[in-house]
């Protein structure tokens, strides 16, 4: 979910994670790869977590990197311990979701850290600890977060094992009477990357929203009730729009396109959507890239859909901004039911989809009453980037048909050379359109049978879709003489002056 800010570009221009990256992705890591985490690299993360602040400049955090194999067992057979200690307060299916849960990467973390609070330390000489003494306590989770944010952004995951006894650790360490056991971390790469808690992924409890935690003294009495939070009628609901931003010229979009942008609070938009529709978006809002990143390599549907569910739990007003139409290949699907599984309100507004400015910028007619019957979508990647197993192959083959392929680049040459395999006439007119309606939207003129090789050899970038059928015969580019000339050249037939 990145935040596209040109100063968050390191000197080789990848692009680095934001605090507010980092803050959102800092969630407890339960499953770790068992490769080693580089000495350097650890000793980093340290020295950046022991800058951290404390009561009186005390620095009271101890840490005891646990490198012994026999240690750890010890320290694992504590946690599977205390684990069956606090299971046995849970009964029902909270029981049953609490042993199916994972909660710890002992066995497979490759860096073990204890974390100790000392609280026989002269250094500070007692400021603020006369008043507050916990605030020592206070200082070593401070350096604790520290530590989780340096971790994230090195591309490590970090838990926080609470389920242990801590008077064992300290037994089985051997450190001194006054250290007081904050925290046991495990430290190495994660098995896989989310963006929500895994408690909350799992159903154990999700979050609540931001309004139930914040309060202003003057506005009134403090909130009353058992939990000492506000009641939950008056907190702010959330919502979420699926809006369509159109195939990239912004004044495609509709105006209730431009009136969700303007009252959004956090927008999650795909690497597809223009620059320059996100301009649009009202100043002071989050922009969160749910698409490529620099500090991870993709970003998954499961958790796009944690995302904004979660945003909405903060009461935000969220948009989740898609290229073209949300409801054409854009899974909508997921996203709905995520939104309504989870009771967050949410709408949809269409947009102009990439067909539609493609073959409005070529002048032509997708379904032309002379040649064709039917007008159909199809998509050139299933969820393993591959060809479809289930395309209707007949139905491409129809000479009365304009088809209409999105997501084409992979997989073009397999699909063109199965679609003459069923009949599909070699001659058939067909156009690729790289980035379409946008500044530098490229038109290839061609046939089913030559446009894959065409397309391979220009290696155009951004978004393509390729069309196909009779009635792209007729399709004027905006530079009327040299489309003239390429379809004479590819046909042999001048489209019809209008």
């Known amino acids: 979910m990145t935040i596209r800010k040109p100063e968050n570009e390191s000197p080789n221009?990848?692009?680095?994670?934001?605090?507010?990256?980092?803050?959102?992705?800092?969630?407890?890591?339960?499953?770790?790869?068992?490769?080693?985490?580089?000495?350097?690299?650890?000793?980093?993360?340290?020295?950046?977590?022991?800058?951290?602040?404390?009561?009186?400049?005390?620095?009271?955090?101890?840490?005891?990197?646990?490198?012994?194999?026999?240690?750890?067992?010890?320290?694992?057979?504590?946690?599977?311990?205390?684990?069956?200690?606090?299971?046995?307060?849970?009964?029902?299916?909270?029981?049953?979701?609490?042993?199916?849960?994972?909660?710890?990467?002992?066995?497979?973390?490759?860096?073990?850290?204890?974390?100790?609070?000392?609280?026989?330390?002269?250094?500070?000489?007692?400021?603020?600890?006369?008043?507050?003494?916990?605030?020592?306590?206070?200082?070593?989770?401070?350096?604790?977060?520290?530590?989780?944010?340096?971790?994230?952004?090195?591309?490590?995951?970090?838990?926080?094992?609470?389920?242990?006894?801590?008077?064992?650790?300290?037994?089985?360490?051997?450190?001194?009477?006054?250290?007081?056991?904050?925290?046991?971390?495990?430290?190495?790469?994660?098995?896989?990357?989310?963006?929500?808690?895994?408690?909350?992924?799992?159903?154990?409890?999700p979050r609540t929203a931001f309004d139930t935690r914040h309060f202003t003294v003057g506005s009134g009495p403090l909130a009353t009730g058992e939990t000492g939070s506000r009641p939950a009628d008056t907190k702010r609901q959330g919502a979420v729009a699926l809006v369509g931003a159109g195939p990239g010229d912004p004044e495609l979009l509709t105006i209730k396109a431009l009136n969700a942008l303007q009252a959004a609070d956090a927008v999650l938009f795909d690497d597809l959507v223009a620059k320059p529709i996100l301009d649009l978006v009202r100043p002071g809002a989050r922009l969160i890239d749910v698409g490529k990143r620099g500090y991870r390599q993709s970003c998954k549907q499961p958790d796009i859909n944690a995302q904004m569910v979660s945003l909405a739990r903060e009461g935000l007003n969220v948009v989740r901004l898609k290229s073209g139409d949300p409801l054409i290949f854009g899974r909508a699907g997921e996203?709905?039911?995520?939104?309504?599984?989870?009771?967050?309100?949410?709408?949809?507004?269409?947009?102009?989809?990439?067909?539609?400015?493609?073959?409005?910028?070529?002048?032509?007619?997708?379904?032309?009453?002379?040649?064709?019957?039917?007008?159909?979508?199809?998509?050139?990647?299933?969820?393993?980037?591959?060809?479809p197993k289930d395309i209707d192959w007949s139905a491409v083959a129809d000479s009365a048909a304009t088809t209409v392929v999105y997501m084409p680049k992979r997989t073009l040459a397999e699909l063109t050379e199965i679609a003459l395999v069923h009949g599909l006439d070699p001659k058939t007119p067909a156009i690729a359109v790289a980035n379409a309606t946008r500044p530098d939207e490229r038109v290839f003129i061609s046939t089913i049978g030559a446009i894959a090789t065409a397309l391979e050899a220009a290696h155009p970038e951004g978004p393509v879709l390729v069309m196909l059928g009779e009635a792209l015969r007729y399709a004027t580019a905006r530079d009327a003489a040299k489309q003239a000339e390429a379809i004479a050249a590819t046909h042999g037939v001048l489209p019809e002056q209008s």
């Not at 046995?88 to 066995?107: H, I, P, T």
Request: glycine content about 8%; hydrophobic content about 40%.
């Open 13 to 205: 221009g990848e692009e680095r994670a934001t605090l507010e990256e980092l803050i959102r992705w800092r969630r407890d890591v339960r499953r770790f790869k068992t490769d080693a985490v580089p000495d350097a690299l650890i000793d980093r993360l340290l020295r950046l977590a022991d800058l951290a602040p404390s009561v009186g400049n005390s620095q009271p955090w101890r840490i005891v990197n646990v490198q012994s194999p026999d240690v750890r067992a010890e320290i694992a057979k504590n946690f599977e311990g205390a684990r069956g200690r606090a299971g046995a307060s849970y009964d029902g299916d909270q029981a049953d979701l609490y042993n199916r849960l994972k909660l710890e990467g002992l066995n497979a973390a490759p860096v073990h850290l204890a974390i100790f609070s000392d609280h026989g330390t002269l250094q500070g000489h007692g400021l603020g600890r006369h008043t507050m003494p916990e605030a020592l306590d206070h200082s070593c989770a401070c350096m604790v977060t520290v530590l989780w944010l340096a971790a994230r952004e090195a591309g490590l995951g970090l838990g926080w094992v609470s389920i242990i006894d801590p008077a064992e650790v300290s037994r089985v360490l051997g450190v001194p009477a006054e250290w007081k056991l904050v925290g046991y971390l495990s430290l190495g790469w994660p098995v896989e990357e989310h963006l929500d808690p895994e408690l909350e992924r799992h159903g154990w409890q």
């Open 335 to 387: 996203e709905i039911e995520a939104c309504e599984t989870a009771g967050i309100p949410i709408t949809i507004v269409p947009g102009v989809t990439s067909a539609q400015g493609a073959a409005a910028n070529l002048k032509v007619s997708l379904t032309n009453r002379d040649h064709a019957r039917r007008l159909q979508f199809i998509t050139a990647h299933d969820r393993r980037g591959q060809l």
